[in-house]
Nanobody, 123 residues
Framework: QVQPVESGGGLVQAGGSLRLSCAAS????????VGWFRQAPGKEREFVSAITTIAGSTKYADSVKGRFTIFRDNAKNTVYLQMNSLKPEDTAVYYC????????????????WGQGTQVTVSS
């Protein structure tokens, strides 16, 4: 089975950018759709973005459209989430998850989860 591993979180000022990475250990990511979710304190985990395997079709939550971009580098077995124009409300733990195609929009549609990486946006 595949094990996602997130990295790239940190502290950034509002308006800044971060790039999160999700690398696969155990097996290649190339056969899996990958999603990013986030969970803020006291809130439920919510969908952020997802990408399918070869075709690379993508989906975004309305709250991040136009600011976040998901893409994958299959040669590096990694999926990225480029986050621009960050806002304080983007502060959360960001999780990477994997499942077989098609991509999913719900937490319970994903089978494999990483441990998360903290993103904090200061105002």
């Amino acid at each position: 089975q595949v094990q996602p591993v997130e990295s790239g979180g940190g502290l950034v000022q509002a308006g800044g950018s971060l790039r999160l990475s999700c690398a696969a250990s155990g097996r290649t990511f190339n056969n899996y759709a990958v999603g990013w979710f986030r969970q803020a304190p006291g809130k439920e985990r919510e969908f952020v973005s997802a990408i399918t395997t070869i075709a690379g079709s993508t989906k975004y939550a309305d709250s991040v459209k136009g600011r976040f971009t998901i893409f994958r580098d299959n040669a590096k077995n990694t999926v990225y989430l480029q986050m621009n124009s960050l806002k304080p409300e983007d502060t959360a733990v960001y999780y990477c998850a994997a499942r077989f195609d098609p991509l999913g929009l719900r937490v319970n549609e994903y089978d494999y989860w990483g441990q998360g990486t903290q993103v904090t946006v200061s105002s």
